[in-house]
């Protein structure tokens, strides 16, 4: 991504918000480095300070599935964050690096979210109880998420917002009202 931002001169790798602000006052467009899963990680801890230093600021410790930091939401086994998990979030908190539970199992979030210095995200998901596809995320999940500053972003990714018994697209309203619901509940 920096070679690409090297080589367009209308883009730049954002590491802080004023950067994203001087990009768009300048009318250039900013990459924030966002890592979905930490397989990369392994079991390297320091991995993590040097894609800080080149500009991540956003993961998702588990994509889907299980690795060394905890478990993925597709996974069976609902173990949660593992003892090196718990130092991966430790380190995300000092680095200042945003740790995102998208696609992390549900045990697994809500230890991160109790564990963690620092609120966390979901960046793209959608309450469960409205859509029940395995991507979303209960009212459990939001409450803590929310309770502790964090952040939900909800998405309008089809299959995350049809809900049972559809059986067209899903139109633009039914997202809307997917987002006047989750606003209602937790603002």
């Excluded at 209308?10 to 009318?27: H, I, Q, Y």
């Excluded at 979030?109 to 793209?124: D, R, Y």
């Excluded at 009212?139 to 018994?165: N, S």
Aim: proline share 5%; glycine share 8%.
């Amino acid at each position: 991504w920096h070679l690409i931002a090297r080589r367009y001169p209308d883009l730049v790798v954002a590491t802080t918000a004023d950067e994203v602000r001087n990009a768009k006052r300048d009318g250039r467009a900013a990459l924030l480095l966002f890592a979905q899963g930490g397989d990369w990680i392994e079991r390297r801890l320091h991995r993590l300070e040097a894609m800080y230093r080149l500009g991540l600021r956003v993961m998702i410790p588990a994509y889907n599935r299980s690795n060394h930091i905890c478990d993925g939401l597709l996974d069976r086994t609902d173990m949660g964050l593992t003892r090196f998990g718990r130092l991966v979030v430790e380190e995300c908190n000092r680095l200042g690096l945003l740790l995102d539970c998208t696609h992390v199992g549900k045990r697994a979030t809500l230890e991160i979210i109790e564990h963690s210095a620092s609120p966390v995200s979901f960046s793209h998901s959608n309450p469960s109880r409205i859509v029940p596809n395995p991507r979303n995320i209960d009212d459990e999940q939001i409450a803590a998420c929310t309770a502790r500053g964090g952040i939900i972003g909800l998405v309008a990714w089809g299959p995350l917002v049809m809900r049972p018994g559809t059986t067209h697209w899903p139109t633009l309203d039914e997202f809307v009202g997917i987002v006047e619901d989750t606003a209602a509940r937790v603002g």
